[in-house]
């Protein structure tokens, strides 16, 4: 059973910066894809960004395409978002995944999810 961990959200400025992480036990990097998804209120959960077990191949959401950028930490056995350039819309709860990816960006390809860090961007 793979557990997922997320940490780093908080309330920050339009404009500032932050980096969440999932720290996954087992061998979630070894053995999946993994991803950030976020879910506003209201709205439905929506993809923000993916990588490729193999490679590192990453891929994101035009919204934050420039702005966000994932990296792994094979050391650490996790996965971090660093977020830049924040606007009030990336408000939401933000939770990371891990599972075959296929496709990236549709929740139901992810079987293992973290319960989520709540990420609060003021205007």
């Known amino acids: 059973q793979e557990e997922l961990v997320e940490s780093g959200g908080g309330l920050v400025r339009a404009g500032d910066s932050l980096t969440l992480s999932c720290a996954a036990s087992?061998?979630?990097?070894?053995?999946?894809?993994m991803a950030w998804f976020r879910q506003a209120p209201g709205k439905e959960r929506e993809f923000v960004g993916s990588i490729t077990r193999i490679g590192s191949f990453t891929l994101y959401n035009d919204s934050v395409k420039g702005r966000f950028t994932i990296q792994r930490d094979d050391e650490q056995k996790a996965i971090h978002l660093l977020m830049s350039s924040l606007k009030p819309d990336d408000t939401a709860i933000y939770s990371c995944?891990?599972?075959?990816?296929?496709?990236?960006?549709?929740?139901?390809?992810?079987?293992?999810w973290g319960q989520g860090t709540q990420v609060t961007v003021s205007s």
């Open positions: 995944a891990a599972g075959s990816g296929v496709p990236m960006t549709d929740p139901t390809s992810w079987a293992y």
């Open positions: 087992g061998g979630a990097l070894r053995t999946h894809a």
